[in-house]
T-cell receptor, first 112, second 117 residues
Framework: SQQGEEDPQALSIQEGENATMNCSYKTSINNLQWYRQNSGRGLVHLIL?????REKHSGRLRVTLDTSKKSSSLLITASRAADTASYFCATARSDSWGKLQFGAGTQVVVTP | DTAVSQTPKYLVTQMGNDKSIKCEQN?????MYWYKQDSKKFLKIMFSYNNKELIINETVPNRFSPKSPDKAHLNLHINSLELGDSAVYFC????????????????FGAGSRLTVL
C-alpha cells in the first residue's frame, strides 16, 4: 500500500516565491526523506529527517516532521527556475528499514 | 563517473518477448533495488538485494526475475512481456540500512523506459 502521499499534486509558482508541499504517511517510521526528480532523470536525495527530529535545514530547503500527525512538509525558499521538478517524500518504516516507500510526488513548476 | 548506471535507457519491444535491464553501481554499496515508476509517477519497490541475497520481494509477477551476480550488479529479467509492464524501471543502491546500519539513503540510476507494444 502507498505509504507517503504528497499534497498538492501540482504547484506552479514564480521565481523568488516559496514553495511548500506536504507529505502524509500511515505507519510508524524511522526516518522520512525527500527526493527530487527532474524530467527524464532518476531521483536525487535532498534531505533526511529522523523520527526524533522536528525540523531540518539544508540550504534553501526546510523540512519539518510531526510524528503525532504523521506528516511532513518541505519548504523551498526563494525558488528558482532550476527547482522545476517533481518532489517525492519517502518513508522508512520502523519495522522495515530497508523498504523505502514513495508517494506519487508533487510536480513543481517555477516560472521565470 | 556514473554512480549507478543502468542499460538500456530505452527499450521498445513486442508483447510476449523477454527482455533484460542491467544495473551496476560503483559506490561500494551493499544493497541494491529495483523500483517501477508508472505513468502517474508513483514509484513502487519491486526487489532488494543485500550482498547478493534477496531481502525484499514485493508482490511482483513471477515473470520478473532479479539476479545479482555480485554486490555491484543487479539485473532484471522480464519474461513474456505484457502491455502493463510499460513503465520506467529504476535501479538504486544504498549502504545497508536498519538497526545495524545507517539510514538507507538511495542513489538512483537514470531509469530505463520500457515500452511494450
Amino acid at each position: 500500500s502507498q505509504q507517503g502521499e504528497e499534497d498538492p499534486q501540482a504547484l506552479s509558482i514564480q521565481e523568488g516565491e516559496n514553495a511548500t508541499m506536504n507529505c502524509s504517511y500511515k505507519t510508524s517510521i524511522n526516518n522520512l526523506q525527500w527526493y527530487r526528480q527532474n524530467s527524464g532523470r532518476g531521483l536525487v536525495h535532498l534531505i533526511l529527517i529522523r523520527s526524533n527530529e522536528r525540523e531540518k535545514h539544508s540550504g534553501r530547503l526546510r523540512v519539518t516532521l510531526d510524528t503525532s500527525k504523521k506528516s511532513s512538509s518541505l519548504l523551498i525558499t526563494a525558488s528558482r527556475a532550476a527547482d522545476t521538478a517533481s518532489y517525492f517524500c519517502a518513508t522508512a518504516r520502523s519495522d522495515s528499514w530497508g523498504k523505502l516507500q514513495f508517494g506519487a510526488g508533487t510536480q513543481v513548476v517555477v516560472t521565470p | 563517473d556514473t554512480a549507478v548506471s543502468q542499460t538500456p535507457k530505452y527499450l521498445v519491444t513486442q508483447m510476449g518477448n523477454d527482455k533484460s535491464i542491467k544495473c551496476e553501481q560503483n559506490l561500494g554499496h551493499d544493497t541494491m533495488y529495483w523500483y517501477k515508476q508508472d505513468s502517474k509517477k508513483f514509484l513502487k519497490i519491486m526487489f532488494s538485494y543485500n550482498n547478493k541475497e534477496l531481502i525484499i520481494n514485493e508482490t511482483v509477477p513471477n515473470r520478473f526475475s532479479p539476479k545479482s551476480p555480485d554486490k555491484a550488479h543487479l539485473n532484471l529479467h522480464i519474461n513474456s512481456l505484457e502491455l502493463g509492464d510499460s513503465a520506467v524501471y529504476f535501479c538504486a543502491s544504498s549502504l545497508a540500512g536498519g538497526p545495524s546500519g545507517g539510514a538507507n539513503v538511495l542513489t538512483f540510476g537514470a531509469g530505463s523506459r520500457l515500452t511494450v507494444l
